[in-house]
């Protein structure tokens, strides 16, 4: 979600101190401190890229507090319960989800360098963040990456009313011969989870057509659309909307094939029994030059973005956008601006830096809260 608008009291702080400040908040909760960079590192990819929804404003509520309850390890150790030369099964521990993940790509690919393609299957993760970080670890290998994962239910089958199956991204990303990959990372819901976080953080309406409520009903309050989905009495729609008639029978398809990925490949819990600490993930690497040389695939991959954003334009809108690019002008041009933090979040950052005693960050905001 690249935000166009900033609500009222919202001050921007440095990419670098931020990741900082994210890796020793997890270090003193207990992770380690590689796995701690790895988890600053990807939320920080997110809010570079203008994905709000899953970058630091996740930090308390996702990670931080379900830590300091007890519901997510911070200190286990993934371990491989299967491996072949292509295939492995990955069994997280119900601990950290970004160093699983990155972890999980990383042999991925080392499998594809080595025999053309590689998949890593994965369960009893959490939270992996922003799905586009592992595939694009595999695009600056020169190959092809795909991953997704399961979540909470929170999203409905076509003709149903009942939270089945999470956002479940499925993401693709691959090399250009253009400055930045193509990455399309989006969930198989029209809007996810944490967008509607995201909007509920100030106090925004949810559009209409996007949340349903039991009895079918359009539902626009964030804050309580959030606490209807906790309950089971509200759900997210499909990509496409409900019913057949605007084809969201496609994202629902898509959504139970990103489940399937998620669970049965490795013997992972599924639909409801998903609980945000439990989930599963897959990740695929295919080496390119296996194929084509990596120039030609490049310049072939990169004149398709060319020639999509060079067609006719609808009347009122001047340029075509493909996968990736919105977000990668998005880190370039915020690159010294740094990242936006409304007045929530700035709230839950000095409530982190004040119980975990990093008393070494003084922030621009504190004065303003």
């Not at 601006?337 to 950052?349: F, K, M």
Request: proline share 4%; net charge negative.
């Amino acid at each position: 979600m690249v935000k166009k608008e900033e609500e009222e009291g919202t001050v921007h702080l440095s990419y670098d101190v931020l990741e900082h400040f994210t890796a020793d908040v997890f270090m003193k909760l207990g992770v380690p401190p590689d796995d701690a960079d790895v988890c600053a590192e990807v939320l920080s990819y997110a809010d570079r890229r203008g994905i709000s929804s899953h970058g630091v404003n996740r930090l308390k509520p996702f990670y931080y507090d379900r830590i300091r309850k007890g519901q997510q390890s911070a200190d286990a150790e993934m371990s491989i319960v299967r491996d072949g030369p292509t295939t492995a099964v990955i069994d997280g521990r119900f601990g950290m989800g970004f160093p699983v993940g990155k972890r999980s790509m990383q042999l991925a690919i080392d499998k594809a360098k080595k025999y053309g393609m590689g998949m890593v299957a994965v369960r009893n993760s959490t939270h992996y963040g922003a799905a586009g970080y592992y595939a694009t670890m595999a695009a600056a290998s020169g190959m092809l990456g795909i991953t997704g994962t399961n979540a909470r239910p929170s999203v409905a089958p076509t003709f149903g009313t009942e939270a089945m199956l999470g956002t479940n991204p499925f993401t693709i990303a691959f090399p250009t011969d253009e400055e930045f990959p193509f990455v399309l990372d989006c969930a198989t819901s029209i809007w996810q989870r944490g967008k509607i976080e995201y909007y509920a953080r100030e106090g925004r309406q949810v559009p209409e057509g996007l949340v349903i409520g039991e009895d079918g009903s359009t539902l626009t309050d964030s804050s309580e659309i959030l606490k209807a989905l906790i309950t089971g009495k509200a759900a997210l729609l499909p990509l496409g909307g409900p019913g057949e008639d605007t084809a969201g029978y496609k994202g629902y398809g898509y959504s139970t094939v990103v489940e399937v990925l998620s669970s049965a490949l490795q013997g992972g819990p599924f639909l409801k029994a998903i609980t945000g600490v439990n989930v599963g993930h897959f990740f695929m690497a295919v080496d390119i030059s296996s194929f084509t040389t990596m120039d030609e695939f490049e310049r072939s991959a990169g004149e398709v973005m060319r020639q999509l954003r060079g067609s006719r334009k609808a009347h009122g809108y001047g340029r075509i956008y493909t996968a990736g690019e919105k977000e990668h002008i998005h880190m370039v041009s915020t690159r010294e601006r740094g990242a936006p933090i409304n007045v929530s979040l700035q709230g839950e950052i000095l409530t982190m830096r004040d119980e975990m005693g990093l008393i070494k960050y003084k922030f621009p905001f504190e004065k303003k809260t």
